[in-house]
């Protein structure tokens, strides 16, 4: 029964093993991961445009949660940058500037992207991990990242964006820079001169904190709202109070496809930043469970009154360097921030937004790495411009569609991939090893035997470029040819209807040019599809062998057999002829 309850709650194993060792440092490491995600959980609420409590109850609940269900001891779960503009890009022109409606599809939005990672998790979609490609990630976060810091420079110069779009913001800033708020600018540079110097004199301490705090400060001690420097107002603190959404339900709709986007997208990101820590800290992690503790998660999160959650690097960075062990790390961290959130959230309202807008531009720049993007067009310049063409569609149609595009991008590679993989002509190296024929010369081709391996898994869309290619290699080849051996390990993965009747085509191809077509692996499972499919194995159909070293045995002892049997007829020939010029010399001779 316990074990039960560990494979369902892979944490609780980690809290009932726990060593009393470990307890100091993860002490430090809450009291760490605390400090920095108190302001930035502020700040990605005025993001994703809800009160501040929010952003707090979005750390509380989900953090214990995963600590119980997730895999990763490192992992901190919390608001992020991409999750919390992607929200915000969906619900903003949904409730139309009504902020209750609009907290309302903020909370329905993170229960429906829970509710498809569960669904994910059950039909064991982890894979989904390696679904969004590097290069489709980089692109995607780049072009988040400078959404969300051209969207802040309302908050730290003080006006007031019009346009809805990147590009029109962009070409309004020099209108807007007139515009600007002297007060909040100082505002501005304050935070960042309290920033670099915190940064500069103690770089292990929680700088943007130390930056909010002192203007809230500021702001208390100098009424610096006589001169119109924004404040993020009342926070309504305390115990979160369910409330179930009054909105129409047919906006629902709008919500479900953005709503797996970010399921998806959160759910990569989170799993690149979970296996990086794992690794580094010697241990494995369960996608499939990680998919569910991020659903249950999002929904905890949803019915505490919070928004989307995914996996922090940058807290579960600071997890780490400060000697995390186990995920007690969450649950201490979570109770610190619920005591703020529930009894001390009175100062709150006087942060600046000029000073979240700052965080959020500092966070947003740890996301930009351009320069990766940049290497990428001389290391692989396919994947240079698979990013590149993501950057552009968030920073052109928008996130929601440039997510959309990315999520589609990724499909169509490995469609790609699948219909049109590498292929590779066998030979055998000096030490009789099955390798790949190639500049090197390592491996030669086996006379009168051509050997051939289809780098995908073969099915109905990608069996016609089989058929093709495995025609245009073996006329590329000398025309003694005998025998034409397939690889079934890499392609021959699942019975298709499609394949076997283009197989059965080859077969006659074949015959007809007097050469065996013979198939190497997976024989039980062949034999097995060509009897359902009505097609012939053995000397009367195709030839199928255990596995491709035996195939080549069994083909190169025919074939000395062959040359054998030849040389033999040669010889009586040759005796036969000789017998006969014999003959008729003597007979010439009389």
């Given at each position: 029964m316990?074990?039960?309850l560990?494979?369902?709650?892979p944490?609780?194993?980690?809290?009932f093993n726990?060593?009393?060792k470990?307890?100091?440092?993860?002490?430090?490491?809450?009291?760490s991961?605390?400090?920095?995600?108190l302001p930035v959980?502020?700040?990605?609420?005025?993001?994703t445009?809800?009160?501040?409590?929010?952003?707090?109850?979005?750390?509380?609940?989900p953090?214990?949660?995963?600590?119980?269900?997730?895999?990763?001891?490192?992992?901190i779960?919390?608001?992020d940058?991409?999750?919390?503009?992607?929200?915000?890009a969906v619900?903003?022109?949904?409730a139309?500037g009504?902020?209750?409606?609009?907290w309302q599809?903020?909370?329905t939005?993170?229960?429906?992207t829970?509710f498809?990672?569960?669904?994910?998790?059950?039909?064991k979609?982890?894979?989904?991990?390696?679904?969004?490609?590097?290069p489709?990630?980089?692109g995607?976060?780049?072009?988040?990242?400078?959404?969300i810091?051209?969207?802040?420079f309302?908050?730290v110069?003080g006006?007031t964006?019009?346009?809805?779009y990147?590009?029109?913001?962009?070409?309004g800033?020099?209108t807007?820079?007139?515009?600007a708020?002297?007060?909040?600018?100082?505002?501005?540079?304050s935070t960042?001169?309290?920033?670099?110097?915190?940064?500069?004199?103690k770089?292990?301490?929680p700088?943007?904190?130390?930056?909010?705090?002192?203007g809230?400060v500021?702001?208390?001690?100098?009424?610096l709202?006589?001169?119109d420097?924004?404040t993020?107002?009342l926070?309504?603190?305390?115990l979160?109070?369910f409330?179930?959404?009054?909105?129409?339900v047919g906006?629902?709709?709008?919500?479900?496809?953005?709503?797996?986007?970010?399921a998806?997208?959160?759910f990569?990101?989170?799993?690149?930043t979970?296996?990086?820590?794992a690794?580094?800290?010697g241990?494995?992690?369960?996608?499939?469970?990680?998919?569910m503790?991020?659903?249950?998660a999002?929904?905890?999160?949803?019915?505490s009154?919070g928004?989307?959650?995914?996996g922090?690097?940058?807290?579960t960075?600071?997890?780490?360097?400060?000697?995390?062990?186990?995920?007690?790390v969450s649950?201490?961290?979570?109770?610190?921030?619920?005591v703020i959130?529930?009894?001390?959230?009175?100062p709150?309202?006087?942060?600046?937004?000029?000073?979240?807008g700052?965080?959020?531009?500092?966070?947003?720049?740890?996301l930009?790495?351009?320069?990766?993007?940049?290497?990428?067009?001389l290391r692989d310049?396919?994947?240079?411009?698979?990013?590149?063409?993501?950057l552009?569609?968030?920073?052109?149609?928008?996130?929601?569609p440039g997510?959309?595009?990315a999520?589609?991008?990724?499909?169509?590679?490995f469609?790609?991939?699948?219909?049109?993989?590498?292929?590779?002509?066998?030979?055998?190296?000096?030490?009789?090893?099955?390798?790949?024929?190639?500049?090197?010369?390592?491996?030669?081709s086996?006379d009168?035997?051509?050997?051939?391996?289809?780098?995908?898994?073969?099915?109905?869309?990608?069996s016609?470029?089989f058929?093709?290619?495995l025609?245009?290699?073996?006329?590329?080849?000398?025309?003694?040819i005998q025998?034409?051996i397939?690889?079934a390990?890499?392609?021959?993965?699942?019975l298709?209807?499609?394949v076997?009747?283009?197989?059965?085509?080859?077969n006659?191809?074949?015959r007809?040019?007097?050469v065996?077509?013979?198939?190497a692996?997976?024989?039980?499972q062949?034999?097995?599809?060509?009897?359902?499919?009505?097609i012939k194995?053995?000397?009367?159909?195709?030839?199928?062998?255990?596995?491709?070293?035996?195939?080549l045995?069994?083909?190169?002892r025919?074939?000395?057999?062959q040359?054998?049997s030849?040389?033999?007829?040669?010889e009586?020939?040759?005796?036969?002829?000789?017998?006969?010029?014999t003959?008729?010399n003597?007979?010439?001779?009389?």
């Open positions: 316990l074990s039960r560990f494979a369902f709650m944490g609780l194993n980690t809290l726990y060593e009393r470990w307890f100091a440092d993860d002490v430090k490491a809450a009291l991961v605390a400090a920095v995600a959980a502020i700040a990605y609420a005025q993001l445009g809800v009160n501040a409590a929010v952003g707090l109850y979005s750390c509380i609940l953090m214990m949660v995963y600590a119980l269900f997730g895999t990763s001891k490192q992992l779960v919390g608001p940058a991409a999750t919390c503009a992607v929200i915000a619900v903003t022109p949904l139309a009504d902020s209750v409606k609009h599809l903020v909370i939005m993170t229960a429906m829970g498809w990672c569960i669904i994910a998790s059950r039909f979609l982890g894979v989904l991990a390696d679904f969004l490609s590097k489709i990630l980089m995607l976060l780049n072009g988040v990242a400078i959404t810091i051209v969207g802040q309302s908050k110069f006006f964006f019009d346009e809805k990147l590009l029109e913001r962009l070409g800033i020099p807007y820079l007139a515009q708020h002297i007060p909040t600018i100082i505002m501005t540079l960042v001169a309290i920033y670099l110097g915190m940064k500069r004199i770089p292990t301490w700088a943007s904190m130390f930056a909010i705090a002192l809230a500021f702001v208390w001690l100098f009424n709202e006589q001169f420097v924004k993020i107002g926070v309504d603190g305390g979160p109070l409330q179930t959404p009054s909105f129409d906006i629902i709709r709008e919500l479900v496809i953005p709503a797996l986007n970010l998806i997208v959160s990569v990101s989170m799993m690149l979970a296996r990086s820590f690794s580094k800290n241990y494995d992690i369960d996608a499939d469970k990680e998919f503790a991020l659903g249950i999002n929904i905890t999160s949803a019915l009154q928004f989307a959650v995914s922090a690097d940058s807290r960075a600071v997890n780490d360097s400060n000697g995390g062990k186990t995920q007690l649950i201490i961290a979570a109770s610190i921030i619920a959130a529930i009894f001390l959230t009175d709150l309202e006087f942060i600046p937004s000029a000073a979240l700052v965080v959020l531009i500092i966070a947003s720049i740890h930009l790495d351009l320069k990766a993007v940049w290497k990428l067009r310049r396919q994947a240079f411009y698979l990013t590149l063409t993501t552009l569609a968030v920073l052109f149609i928008g996130v929601i997510i959309t595009l999520v589609l991008l990724g499909l169509f590679q469609i790609r991939t699948v219909m049109r993989p590498t292929d590779h002509i066998l030979g055998v190296d000096i030490n009789g090893v099955v390798r790949t024929l190639d500049s090197s010369d390592k491996a030669k086996v009168s035997i051509f050997i051939y391996r289809f780098n995908s898994p073969l099915t109905y869309f990608n016609s470029y058929k093709r290619r025609l245009e290699q073996y006329a590329r080849q000398k025309d003694d025998c034409v397939i690889d390990v890499p392609c021959f993965t699942h298709d209807l499609s076997m009747a283009m197989l059965s085509d080859l006659t191809i074949f007809k040019r007097g065996r077509l013979e198939i692996g997976r024989k039980r062949l034999l097995a599809w060509f009897e359902i499919t009505d194995s053995g000397t009367e159909g195709i030839y199928v062998h255990s596995d491709l070293y035996l195939a045995r069994i083909n190169q025919k074939i000395a057999e040359q054998h030849e040389e033999e007829s040669e009586e020939s040759e005796e036969e002829s000789e017998e006969e010029s003959h008729n003597a007979i010439t001779a009389e």
